[in-house]
C-alpha cells in the first residue's frame, strides 16, 4: 500500500469489523495477507499488536499495526488518496461528520440491540429486545435515507463509501435480526 512495505490484516473469516476493513481495502485495490487469528486463542501476534484489546482486525502496513475497524479504514482512505482512488469517507467536512456519527451508532447501539436479541433467554426476554432493536433501527433508517441523498449508496454517492462499509459488514448480524422479528 503506497510502496511502503506490505499488508496483513489480522481477522477471521466470521468477525464483521474484519470484513469492514478486508471490503475498504477492496475499494482501494490493495492486495492482502489475511492469516487467520484464533479471536478465542489469542495468537501471539495478535496479542503483540493489540495489547489493550487483543481484538481483530488490526492492520499490519510495513510492520505498524493499526488498531479498529473504523480507524483502520480512515487510515486506508488517507494512505491511498488522491488522483485514482476514490474517497471512502464524504469530501464535505459536515457529511464527514455525520457518517461518522452514524457509523459510531450501528457500532454502539445496533450491534448492542443485535445481540441482545439473541442472547435472549426466554421468549418474552426476546420480545422485548425485539421492540428495543425496533427503536434502535428506527432513526437510523431515517438518517440513512437522508445520507444518500436519493442516490444508490448510503455514502449519497454512485459507489460505496464509509457508512455503507460501517452497515454492510453488519448485514448477516441484521439478517438473523430479521429473521428473529419477523
Ligand atoms: N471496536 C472493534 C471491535 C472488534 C471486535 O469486537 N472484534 C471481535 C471479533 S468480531 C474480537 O476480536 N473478539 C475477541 C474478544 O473479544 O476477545 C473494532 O471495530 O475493530
Redesign the pocket.
Known sequence: MGGQGDVTVL??V?????L??RMALYLKGVGLRVPG?N??D?GELLVASNPV?????VLIHGGKPV??????VRYVDEFRSGAGFASILPADPYDRAVARFWAAYV?DKLVAAVLGILRAATEEERDEKVEAAHAVVAPMEEAFATCSKGKAFFSGGDSVGYLDLALGCHLFGLKRFGRCSA
Open positions: 481477522g477471521t466470521v468477525s464483521p469489523f474484519a469492514r476493513v487469528a479471536v478465542f489469542k484489546h487483543k481484538k481483530v482486525p488498531r479498529e475497524s473504523v480507524a483502520i457500532d
